[in-house]
């Protein structure tokens, strides 16, 4: 596998937020996104083995909790990201992992088909910017994150089937001006649509990985 890189941080975005997890940031992009903030280009091969054993070098602990009749692990979590993780992921490396006690997320945007183990997944689409080339696969997934430059209308992905939250997610266009003109555009825009939730990127506010 191509890994990019592997770290231990906080989730920055999303249902998550705030969340301890491991990342596994794969390299490569089947898609050219203007606004892509992520290097993803340099790697490192490496077997699933390895990327698992580097996982397991994170601090992310199990935390063991009681259900009603039986104990069970609320496993660390895992985030496969990219680039595309979907085109390198594996149901084998899902499965290492989970033989490891972690659950395994996934970002993606959902132009090709995920392991039918993995854990949770966070489709964010970008078919509003590059159209038919970008359009997602995925019709089922956890959270829906959706990159808003408040030109372009989320009513796009109403079909989606979305089990647990629906986000905008202002887009960061490295203009400070245009940037909070968005936000306050993403801002208004939620609260006539309240079906939609807002993700900001905390991780660069607070100024971490």
Request: negative net charge; glycine residues 6%.
């Amino acid at each position: 596998m191509r890994v990019n890189e592997i770290f231990y941080s906080l989730q920055g975005e999303g249902f998550h937020t705030g969340t301890p997890a491991v990342f596994v940031r794969f390299a490569g992009c089947n898609l050219n996104c203007p606004f892509c903030d992520t290097d993803f280009a340099s790697c490192k091969e490496m077997f699933e083995a390895e990327v698992v054993s580097e996982v397991l070098k994170c601090p992310c602990n199990q935390v063991l909790k009681q259900s009603s009749n039986q104990a069970f692990r609320h496993s660390g979590l895992v985030v496969i990201t990219g680039g595309e993780p979907s085109l390198q992921l594996t149901e084998s490396l899902v499965d290492a992992l989970h033989r490891q006690g972690r659950r395994v997320a996934v970002e993606t945007n959902g132009t090709h088909p995920l392991p039918s183990n993995v854990d949770w997944i966070t489709l964010s689409p970008k078919d509003m910017f590059l159209g038919k080339v970008a359009a997602p696969v995925l019709s089922e997934v956890d959270e829906l994150k959706v990159v808003f430059d408040g030109i372009h209308k989320p009513e796009l992905y109403e079909h989606i089937n979305v089990r647990h939250a629906r986000f905008l997610q202002p887009c960061d266009t490295g203009d400070p001006q245009r940037n909070g003109i968005i936000i306050n555009q993403t801002i208004e825009y939620i609260k006539a649509n309240p079906q939609w939730r807002l993700s900001l990127q905390t991780h660069k506010i607070v100024g971490i990985r």
